[in-house]
Every structure is written in C-alpha cells, then in structure tokens.
C-alpha cells in the first residue's frame, strides 16, 4: 500500500472510528442504562427526553412518592402526625436528593432536613394558592437554593389546613446519572486509546520496522558486510526504496567481487609476465656476456649472438604490448581505425608475412581463399593482424610433430566471412575448450620457455573479434590438432 494511502487511510480512521464506536458505545451502555433508570426514577415514553428536560426528569423522580403520600393524606390524615411514619417516608426521600417538610395551618410540624427547610419556610406556598406546575409535577423555586416542590393539601383530623411538601434540591447530580456520564467517558477514552494502538501498530510495521532493516543495512554495508539480504513485503515507496538498497547491495557486493576479482587476475599477470620475461631476460645477458668476454670470437658467432638478442628482445616487446592492451580491454579503451578492406588482397598479405617466418620454423603454410575478390569487410586491420598473429603464434608453441603444419582457409558465409586456422599440434583437451578464452587460463600448468605467455593472448584475440561483431570458437582433439574459426561480417553498400 502507497504511504500517501496509509496517510489518508489513518487520518479517516482517526477521524471517523472513534465517532462511529463512541456512538454505538452510547447507544448499546445508553439502552442498557436507560432501562435501568426508567424503572429507579419511574420514566416513562423516551428517557433521553428527561435528560434534555431536568425538571421533568427530577419532577418524575419522586412520582411514586408523591402519589403514595398523597393517598396516605387524603384517606389516613392520621398518619401525618405520626412521627415514624414521616420519618419512614424521610428515610425514602432522602435516597433521592430530597425530604419532607409537613405544615398544620401555618406551622411546621415537621422538617425532614432542618438545614435546608430554614431557606424554604418562607417561601413555601400557602394552603390551596396558585402555583406555577400541577400538583403532580410541582413547581421549581429560583433563588441560590433551588428546588422542586411538590405540595400535598389536605384535612387534618381535627379539620386543620395541612400540607406536605415534597423537597428534591437541585444542587446535587444524581448518582445513576454520574455513573452514565462517567462510564461514557470511560468508554470514549478506551476507544481513543484502542484507536491510537492500533494506528500506531499499524503504522509502525509498514513504515518504523522497513526503515529499522533500512538503518541495520546501512550499518552493515558501512563496516563492509554486504552478505545479507534485505527483505521488502510491501508495494509501497518504503518498499520501493528496500529494493532499491538490495539493488545497491547487489550492486556493491558485484563491484566488491569485481575488485577482488581483478586484483587477482592483476597479480596473475604480473607473476605471468614477470616469469615471461625472465627467461628472454636471461638469454639476453648471456649472450651479451658471451660477446663480452670473448666466447663470440668469430663473425658468424658474434651474427648468431646478434640475432638471438634480438629476437628475445622481439619477445620482450610482444610481451609488454599483450600488457598494455591488456589494460586497454580492461578500461574499453582499445584504439580501433576501422576501413574497408578487400578480404582477398588483405589476407594475401598476412600470409606472405608469416610464411616466412614459419618457413624459418619449419612449418608448413596452407592458405585457400574461396571468397570472391570483390568481398571486402569492415575492420581494424592492424588489431585483425593481431588476431591472426596471436592464433598462429599460439598454434607454433603447441606444435609438438615434424613436419608441423598450419592451414588457413578463408570462407563466405552468407553475410559473413569466415576464417579457420587449423594446426596439427597436440590440441586441447576437451574439458579445458570452454575455458580457453577467459583471462589468464592455460592448458599447460607446467610452464615453461617453450610453451609461456601471459595467459590473456586469447582473451585479447575474443574481445577484439568481437568488437568487430563477430564471433570466435575452436574444436579440437588431443594429440591431432585444433582449428580456430571466427567470422567477420562482410561491408554491404546501402541503398536508399
């Protein structure tokens, strides 16, 4: 979920859930409450009306009492001057915020509570007056004590006027109602809490816990452990940024083992070179000692001398430039001068220029060209020199018959050009073919002068063919040969 949803999500359900429960939580306590105080305060019809209305609510508060006491005065007015029996009655009245005050012509008799009759004695009505509500209901009285009074004419026995007054004060709120309001509260700040917990849990797994993995992570990769893996659940922007740090992760530990990697291959290649040279190196000083000193005493061994340094310096040379374009594959700085060349005349020439040095070799050179004279093809033709050169080179040092041979054929494949180099040397075992083109991989694990090199000739030979948009593979079989093919593709005019 979008952390622009979750937002808009929780701020309804801030807004809307605890009104929705707060009112069905009144509505259930309310119902349950309701009957309850119906049946105490003898409400009838809808109670949340006697709530609205407090006179009426106190008013019916104490019918029961004022209908009992009415027909006790009328029908027994005897009773109203029994001391236990107004008691009994001011005993029930007072678990209702009120009391009975009992007037004989214009003296009291009997006051249920005397620190609160003091204030109404002169205020209470006289015996048969106007007042402002029904008997029944009784009539509110203003002032800084206010109450409700329900007054009860009637007859002594001896004939005298008398009056009951039913006093419920208004200063009090009832209990039954404290306790609804309390619980409501209760109710309403439970749902808040429970609301809030449950946002916060929430909100807490799709945004605290990503960003806590997120904050591990980071500590992780900062002291350089990148073996662990970040897990993203959701489709949000949290989850989107926990891909994108796996995908750095990822990244780094590539570049890491990159690193590592060519750091690796470089000490392969120093320790190839270094062991490559050391051994033109050595020929070089020995035969130079030898001139030195005298062993070089006549013509044709001093010519012989020459030539041998020279060559080995040959050696030399083509090794530090396999080291420099070695560096330039690496950076993907190869300088290439592509040309059109014809196919016929350009391959004529190589072969011209190494025959002579496999002649000198005794090494037998085949070239059949069946490619019309008019072909040409798109290509560097000093790096191409440099593919032939390296295959011929490193088909010589593994030529292990005499008379050795070497063949060339030059072939049209429909948009291509395809060139084989086929030798009869002891070939390539067929467990090490699928490896021959990577860096720094060598057949021969026991070297030596004969067979050295730097292990990356044909690394070098891969990536410039394929610069070129082409391909190269080998076949071979150990003890009978190996051919080299790799294709060219052929220059087509284009016509608009």
Aim: hydrophobic share 40%; net charge negative; charged share 25%.
């Amino acid at each position: 979920m979008k952390l622009r949803t979750r937002l808009i999500i929780s701020f309804c359900i801030i807004i809307f859930v605890p009104v929705l429960l707060a009112g069905a939580t009144m509505w259930g306590f309310g119902k349950y409450q309701m009957k309850t105080i119906r049946q105490i305060y003898n409400m009838d019809g809808n109670a949340y009306d006697y709530f609205i209305n407090s006179f009426k609510m106190l008013s019916n508060f104490t019918k029961s009492d004022y209908e009992t006491l009415q027909k006790v005065a009328l029908e027994t007015p005897e009773k109203m001057e029994e001391l236990s029996y107004l008691e009994s009655v001011n005993e029930e009245l007072a678990d209702k915020y009120s009391f009975l005050m009992v007037r004989r012509e214009n003296e009291l008799t009997y006051q249920g509570n005397r620190k609160d009759a003091s204030f109404l004695e002169e205020k209470l009505p006289e015996y048969g007056g106007e007042i402002l509500q029904s008997a029944k209901s009784g009539f509110y009285l203003e002032g800084e004590e206010q109450a409700i009074i329900k007054q009860i004419d009637f007859r002594f026995q001896n004939g005298n006027r008398g009056s009951a007054f039913i006093v419920t004060t208004m200063e009090k709120i009832l209990p039954e109602v404290k306790g609804v309001i309390f619980d409501l509260i209760i109710s309403i700040v439970l749902i808040l809490v429970f609301t809030a917990g449950m946002l916060t849990m929430w909100i807490y797994q799709g945004i605290i816990n990503p960003i806590h993995k997120l904050e591990v992570a980071a500590q992780k990769i900062k002291v350089g452990n990148l073996d662990f893996t970040i897990e993203s659940e959701g489709n949000d922007e949290i989850g989107e940024l926990c891909r994108s740090f796996e995908e750095m992760r990822l990244r780094l530990k590539e570049s890491a083992e990159e690193k590592v990697a060519g750091e690796k291959e470089n000490k392969v290649l120093i320790s190839n070179i270094s062991h490559d040279l050391k051994t033109p190196i050595t020929a070089i000083k020995g035969y130079v000692e030898g001139i030195m000193d005298g062993v070089a005493d006549t013509p044709e061994k001093q010519d012989k001398y020459i030539r041998t340094i020279y060559n080995k310096a040959n050696e030399m040379d083509m090794l530090i430039n396999e080291l420099t374009l070695y560096s330039n594959i690496d950076t993907n700085k190869i300088p290439y001068n592509f040309n059109r060349i014809n196919v016929a005349d350009y391959f004529n020439d190589c072969v011209e220029e190494v025959g002579l040095d496999l002649e000198a070799k005794n090494i037998k050179l085949t070239y059949i060209n069946y490619v019309d004279k008019e072909i040409l093809i798109i290509a560097d033709p000093e790096q191409l020199r440099r593919v032939i050169n390296n295959i011929i080179g490193n088909s010589v040092k593994y030529l292990d018959k005499n008379p050795g041979f070497i063949n060339i054929r030059i072939r049209d494949v429909g948009d291509f050009i395809q060139v084989e180099i086929e030798d009869n040397g002891k070939g390539i075992a067929a467990k090490d073919l699928p490896y021959i083109f990577d860096r720094f991989y060598r057949t021969d694990a026991s070297r030596n002068s004969a067979t050295g090199g730097s292990g990356i000739g044909l690394s070098i030979v891969k990536k410039i063919i394929e610069d070129h948009g082409g391909k190269i593979w080998a076949n071979s079989k150990e003890e009978s040969g190996t051919i080299m093919y790799f294709v060219i593709r052929k220059y087509q005019e284009v016509v608009n």
